[in-house]
């Protein structure tokens, strides 16, 4: 082919020079979006044990507030770290799918998608907690503040040793220590009396301080582990 065809050619089909392309790149900046839609946009990717503990939760609670009235709030005192610490497994879900690296290079830093994902399970631990203490104050007539913080301080108290054990060493390498700590905190629910606790007994300051300090401390690991997410990749 001749200089003179191609010249030909290219004059035929050769593109204009592009105009206000500064101006139409700019408006393809990626939509603002606020931590309510990331929330809601990562509870789509929590594993659905997490919701099913959720749901399992409130029923027995709502069955056990008809059966056992006056049993019902230990019930879920030793039901309710369970749900703690398979929330606490949501936390390692990243590093344990090894998509914590690829997560890092997104639109959204790995500690926002992580706090998402435990804000996400904690507003519906929350729900489980509040519902489940209205239910349970309905049926032995106790307060339901009272009965709230009696349930809720056994969660909290396997929130707060489940997510410290996963910023050490050995809760790193060793993924279900936090099952163990529920199932540690659920016993101790469940069978203080018999061994000279009685929990049961304790007046409603006493729970509603227990379940103040454990939340605060909840609230501290929740920020010490999301401050130290991107280190463990």
Excluded at 32 to 40: E, K, T
Excluded at 100 to 110: D, I, K, P, V, W
Excluded at 151 to 168: D, F, K, N, S, V
């Amino acid at each position: 082919m001749n200089r003179a065809l191609r010249a030909q050619i290219r004059g035929a089909f050769s593109f204009p020079e592009p105009k206000r392309k500064r101006a139409f790149m700019q408006r393809l900046r990626p939509r603002g979006i606020g931590m309510a839609a990331l929330v809601w946009t990562q509870a789509a990717y929590i594993r659905r044990g997490v919701w099913c503990a959720c749901g399992v939760a409130l029923l027995l609670a709502l069955l056990s507030a008809r059966r056992f009235p006056g049993d019902a709030a230990r019930l879920m005192g030793a039901l309710l770290p369970f749900a703690a610490g398979i929330a606490v497994l949501e936390t390692r879900r990243s590093r344990e799918c090894r998509m914590a690296e690829l997560e890092r290079a997104t639109r959204f830093s790995l500690r926002s998608v992580v706090f998402a994902r435990m804000a996400a399970i904690g507003i519906a631990d929350l729900a489980v907690i509040l519902l489940s203490a209205a239910a349970l104050s309905l049926g032995s007539g106790r307060p339901a503040l009272r009965t709230a913080a009696q349930i809720g301080a056994p969660y909290l108290a396997t929130a707060w040793a489940g997510l410290y054990i996963e910023r050490t060493p050995l809760g790193r390498n060793h993924s279900y220590l936090s099952m163990a700590v529920a199932a540690a905190v659920s016993a101790l629910a469940l069978g203080g009396e018999a061994i000279g606790l009685p929990l049961s007994a304790l007046p409603s300051g006493a729970w509603g301080a227990a379940a103040g300090a454990l939340a605060v401390l909840t609230a501290r690991e929740v920020c010490m582990t999301l401050n130290m997410t991107e280190e463990w990749v």
